[in-house]
Nanobody, 121 residues
Framework: QVQLVESGGGLVQPGGSLRLSCAAS????????MGWYRQAPGRERELVAQ???????NYADSVKGRFIISRDDAKNTVYLQMNRLQPEDTAVYYC???????????????WGRGTLLTVSS
């Protein structure tokens, strides 16, 4: 069974930094685009950042210059370095990946269960 498991959420003060990690495991043959989404209370889920297999990145305007997405394909892991955090960054952060998975080589989108980030003093 293929899983995406996020870690690294928690409580941080405004202006602080935190790094989220998301590790993919299971019968995985290839991982294409990976990304982070977030959902704040009462709001729809929104894209935060994406990274392609070749390393191209895309960010939401609200996080440009503050957040950095990266990946380690040897570890099947995607990271989100979050700097200069603000209270409006408070949300559940979800990992997303498009993967070719076994045993029949299907190309599927997978989601993690989310990790909560709270930015508050």
């Amino acid at each position: 069974q293929v899983q995406l498991v996020e870690s690294g959420g928690g409580l941080v003060q405004p202006g602080g930094s935190l790094r989220l990690s998301c590790a993919a495991s299971g019968s995985i043959f290839s991982i294409n685009d990976m990304g982070w989404y977030r959902q704040a209370p009462g709001r729809e889920r929104e894209l935060v950042a994406q990274i392609t297999k070749s390393g191209r990145t895309n960010y939401a305007d609200s996080v440009k210059g503050r957040f950095i997405i990266s990946r380690d394909d040897a570890k099947n892991t995607v990271y989100l370095q979050m700097n200069r955090l603000q209270p409006e960054d408070t949300a559940v952060y979800y990992c997303n990946a498009f993967m070719i998975v076994g045993p029949d080589y299907r190309y599927l989108e997978h989601w993690g269960r989310g990790t909560l980030l709270t930015v508050s003093s």
